[in-house]
Structures are given as C-alpha cells and as structure tokens.
Nanobody, 125 residues
Framework: QVQLVESGGGSVQAGGSLRLSCAASRYPWSTYSMGWFRQAPGKEREGVAQIESGGNTYYTGSVKGRFTISQDNAKNTLYLQMNTLQPEDTAMYYC???????????????????WGQGTQVTISS
C-alpha cells in the first residue's frame, strides 16, 4: 500500500506562486509514474502534470510554462512548482501514483492507482 500526503496548498493572489509537495511511503519511488491532478467545484478532475518513471514529463496546456513537476527520489517526494497563478487555477490538487510507465495519452486519472487526500489552492484576483 502506497500512502500519499500532499501539502503546500493555500491562498495567494493572482500572479503569485506556490509549491505543492507530495510525500510517499514505502515503495521505490523511481519505479513509479507520478501525477498531479486538480478538481474545481462543479468540474471534472483534470490532469495537470505527470512525470513517468522514465523521466518524461507532460503538462496540460493551460499550465505549460507556469508549472513544473519534479521529484526527489531520495526524499520520496513529488513537487509541483506553480508560478504566475491565476484564479482559474483554484482547485483541490491531488497527487497520484502508479507503478511503471503509463500508456498514451498522458494525464488520465483512470491510469493511476494511488491517490492522496488533496490540498486546496485558492487564487484571488
């Protein structure tokens, strides 16, 4: 059983930055693909960023150039650096993990087996 715990959410003004963290337990981190998803009230869960066990990264179009996904294998921690935040980025953000390299296309929530409880990000204009 892999446990994922997110942190780093909060409330900032538009244009600000936040860094989300996701700490994982037990399994060799480097053999897993990891992702960040978000869900705003009344909307479907959306894939934000993904980093595969082979190192490839993917981003949804609206965050390209603003968000960066990274991981520290020694700390079993996944990060999402979010810059130039906009009100439309407001959502609950979830960390997800699954073993191995995922099939195409990326950023599919049904490809992930383990999920965290989420951390809220609120951006004010």
């Amino acid at each position: 059983q892999v446990q994922l715990v997110e942190s780093g959410g909060g409330s900032v003004q538009a244009g600000g930055s936040l860094r989300l963290s996701c700490a994982a337990s037990r399994y060799p981190w480097s053999t897993y693909s990891m992702g960040w998803f978000r869900q705003a009230p009344g909307k479907e869960r959306e894939g934000v960023a993904q980093i595969e066990s082979g190192g490839n990264t993917y981003y949804t179009g609206s965050v390209k150039g603003r968000f960066t996904i990274s991981q520290d294998n020694a700390k079993n921690t996944l990060y999402l650096q979010m810059n130039t935040l906009q009100p439309e980025d407001t959502a609950m953000y979830y960390c997800a993990a699954t073993r191995g390299i995922l099939a195409w296309p990326p950023l599919r929530s049904n490809a992930y087996f383990y999920w965290g409880q989420g951390t809220q990000v609120t951006i004010s204009s």
